[in-house]
């Protein structure tokens, strides 16, 4: 049974400076990371040895390279908790992609459970979509015409017969200002819906076959004031704890998107993402970045107690662990 429980992109640098985390998402050197084998065994087992399960996202790259690595280190395979085999691989819909990324999926989960016959294995994530759009509606669809040909190609292997992506589990990416302006407004829950619909299964049994392995406000091409600190505070807090929530609430595994803010180069120049719990410098950001110093508190019940939660990285995972929010969260948030 996998816990609905928070896990980061970016991983902290010390596992034990952020108490009651769960899991996290490291990613393999063919998504760029520079973390090779043996060193990243020695990181995920310092993540067990705090109490941390590890998801491990394996880019689809050079498989010649990667059949060397898997094929003769096996012990990495063998202290993970879960599997991501590709990412966002539907942005790439040709026959000879496909071809090509089923050669290399087949090999990566039919490798990992040679290994450990239980580990949950993600074929890949999708792209995010906004539901209740035109444009979502089109490229949704598009994403089951990629499963549907996926499919196909699967099935001409000789190991794989019998292979239905119905009973595969996906990753999903979801950015979007999820509970703002409006406390209604929630894209993560419709995603859940048509997903549900898609696999044939209720929202309750959802968490078997999707996994949110990116989750996270947004502030760019979003009607979100780019321009407007509020606005892009606000959005952000909401978003973090409507997440959570829904994430909980039907059970599904929910990965938040990064540990920090960060900066990436985009069209010649750099771009500042405000999409952390904690600042650039690994620091507890308060629960309303605009704000600072002054931003406000929320008392949160826990087991029985009150807690004062000031940053959002202890507003995470106090949410995942049952603490519930004061009834009036919104107006203390929003004022």
């Not at 409507?242 to 039907?250: E, G, L, M, N, P």
């Amino acid at each position: 049974m996998v816990d609905q429980v928070p896990g980061f992109l970016q991983k902290f640098s010390s596992p034990d400076s952020r108490p009651g985390l769960s899991w996290v998402r490291l990613t393999y050197w063919t998504c760029g990371n520079t973390n090779h084998f043996p060193a990243l065994v020695s990181t995920i087992n310092n993540y067990h040895a705090h109490g941390i399960r590890v998801l491990l996202l394996i880019c689809h790259g050079d498989l010649q390279s990667i059949r060397k690595d898997l094929g003769t280190t096996s012990s990495l395979l063998s202290v993970l908790d879960a599997v991501q085999c590709g990412n966002e691989e539907e942005t790439q819909n040709t026959p000879a992609a496909i071809t090509n990324f089923v050669e290399f999926y087949n090999y990566c989960e039919t490798t990992a459970h040679s290994v450990r016959s239980d580990i949950p294995v993600l074929l890949g994530a999708f792209t995010p979509q906004v539901v209740d759009s035109p444009d979502g509606q089109a490229h949704l669809q598009a994403q089951i015409g990629y499963l549907n040909s996926l499919q196909i190609a699967m099935r001409l292997l000789p190991s794989q017969t019998e292979w239905d992506w119905h009973q595969q589990r996906v990753g999903l990416v979801d950015s979007w200002h999820n509970g703002y302006p409006d406390p209604n407004d929630n894209n993560l829950l419709d995603l859940f819906n048509y997903w549900a619909g898609m696999f044939q299964v209720s929202l309750s049994d959802l968490g078997k076959h999707l996994w949110v392995t990116e989750g996270s406000g947004c502030f760019q091409g979003c009607n979100i004031d780019v321009n407007s600190s509020y606005q892009v505070a606000v959005s952000h807090i909401l978003t973090l704890i409507t997440d959570v929530q829904t994430a909980k609430q039907y059970a599904v595994p929910f990965f938040y998107f990064s540990s920090k803010d960060f900066v990436q180069y985009e069209h010649k120049h750099n771009v500042f993402y405000p999409m952390g719990v904690l600042d650039s410098d690994g620091n507890p950001k308060p629960l309303r970045s605009d704000l600072g110093a002054a931003s406000p508190t929320l008392m949160l019940s826990c087991s029985g107690s009150k807690v004062s939660v000031s940053d959002q990285a202890r507003l995470l995972t106090d949410l995942y662990h049952d603490c519930t929010l004061p009834s009036n969260y919104q107006n203390i948030l929003t004022k």
